[in-house]
């Protein structure tokens, strides 16, 4: 009985870090946007960086997104069904504005159409864990790495993930792997002291 409690102080200390770690060291969505209509569709295949943290909307972000700017896009997904950039853009823009699970129907939509776009399936995983859904999250971010298991934003929100349904010690291997993995990266530097954090939270008082 004494576990619980534990367990969910510890994920309050990573957490609060992982957004700025997430936000300020792994970088934003696509900067690209989509044109308007008749300035020709992006393709399939346009790269999609990572996106900020889950539960984070971007700096200086409204609290709701453009309406306008919404159904501009939902128009256009509408019409060109095969439009994948329209639909990633979608998930972006309401998951800056934290409206997760909005965001993660677009996600899925974008994924329907480009299930290899790994970048994509990470946003959705972390729309579903900052939605309370870490276990479906779990799921996304294992398929991800199946094909690409280096990826970097897919590791570090596994660990979000196995911190929110309760396996800090899973969590922790993850991230140690993940260190192991880039042991030079600037961008992971607080990670040991995060994850000495929580081995210390974990031990009996």
Not at 142 to 159: F, I, Q, T, V
Request: with cysteine; hydrophobic share 45%; charged share 25%.
């Amino acid at each position: 009985m004494n576990k619980d409690p534990m367990i969910y102080a510890v994920a309050g200390i990573v957490f609060g870090f992982v957004l700025g770690y997430m936000a300020a060291g792994l970088g934003d969505h696509a900067e690209s946007r989509v044109p308007p209509p008749g300035a020709g569709a992006p393709t399939a295949e346009a790269e999609v960086a990572p996106a900020p943290a889950a539960g984070r909307a971007r700096a200086g972000a409204a609290a709701t997104p453009d309406p306008n700017e919404v159904r501009a896009l939902e128009s256009l997904a509408a019409r060109e069904k095969a439009n994948v950039q329209a639909r990633i853009e979608l998930g972006n823009l309401l998951m800056d504005h934290s409206q997760f699970d909005e965001a993660a129907r677009w996600y899925r939509e974008a994924l329907a159409l480009a299930p290899d776009n790994n970048d994509v399936r990470v946003d959705l995983g972390a729309c579903l864990v900052s939605a309370g859904k870490a276990g479906e999250a779990l799921a996304e971010f294992d398929r991800a790495l199946a094909s690409d298991p280096g990826h970097k934003k897919a590791l570090y929100n596994k660990g979000i993930a196995l911190m929110q349904t309760g396996r800090p010690k899973d969590a922790v291997a993850v991230w140690e792997g993940l260190i192991k993995r880039y042991p030079d990266d600037p961008q992971l530097r607080g990670l040991r002291e995060q994850i000495d954090q929580v081995r210390a939270s974990r031990r009996p008082s």
